[in-house]
């Protein structure tokens, strides 16, 4: 595709269940990064993908939250047993981004997650 | 928190007017970027500025930075309407890791 795609776009859970989100790069984008942006907020960085790279997993809140890259591609960011803070827009973005230089980055549009 | 800060939070200004916004980080930094959010939608990418470099323009945009200072403005000039979005300023350190301010919501009034 074109640009960066997010599924589903929207998401309401209940409480204690467990969601994935789908983040689908631009094509050839070495770097990929999950944030995660409550209401009227600043974006919060959770994981960062780079190559084959393992991730920079520290912004992940809690053990509750894990994300994979699989062929260094599409990724799935995973929360297990969802607590109600957890609702938030979840985004993710991709770049040409390498060890050498730094590129932009391109967003999807996200996946709004509800936790009742 | 190498969280980045943007000033004003909000900004309420008049079609044709300049909006100035500014943002001010703790780290060193290998760029520093910004960004528009327009409401409900992702972020799209404005303007990058290079730690070396000290001014920028890209058509109604001029940034600058002052490393010293450790910030950088963002000034939009004869706004429109469509301009209304959040604008937030994302600080690149050198391990490629995105630092992003908590952003100014700006509403240019037609």
């Known amino acids: 595709g074109a640009g960066v795609s997010q599924s589903p776009s929207n998401k309401v859970t209940e409480k204690g269940k467990d969601v994935e989100l789908r983040c689908d790069p631009i094509?050839?984008?070495?770097?990929l990064y999950w944030y995660r942006q409550s209401l009227g907020q600043g974006l919060e960085f959770l994981i960062y993908f780079q190559g084959n790279s393992a991730p920079d997993k520290s912004g992940l809140p809690s053990d509750r939250f894990s994300a994979e890259r699989t062929g260094g591609s599409v990724s799935t960011l995973t929360i297990q047993r969802t607590q109600q803070e957890d609702s938030a827009v979840y985004l993710c973005?991709?770049?040409?981004?390498?060890?050498?230089?730094?590129?932009?980055?391109?967003f999807g549009e996200g996946s709004r997650l509800t936790v009742l | 928190s190498q969280q980045g800060e943007e000033d004003p939070q909000a900004l309420s200004i008049q079609e044709g007017e300049n909006a100035t916004m500014n943002c001010s980080y703790k780290?060193?930094?290998?760029?520093l970027q910004w960004y528009r959010q327009n409401s409900g939608r992702g972020l799209v990418h404005l303007i990058l500025i290079r730690s070396n470099e000290r001014e920028k323009h890209s058509g109604r945009l001029r940034v600058t930075l002052d490393t010293s200072k450790k910030s950088s403005s963002l000034l939009i000039t004869a706004s429109r309407a469509a301009d209304t979005a959040s604008y937030f300023c994302a600080t690149v350190d050198t391990g490629n890791q995105f630092y992003f301010g908590t952003g100014t919501s700006l509403t240019v009034i037609p």
């Open positions: 780290t060193s930094i290998n760029n």
């Open positions: 973005a991709s770049s040409l981004t390498t060890s050498f230089s730094t590129g932009e980055l391109f």
């Open positions: 094509s050839g984008h070495t770097a």
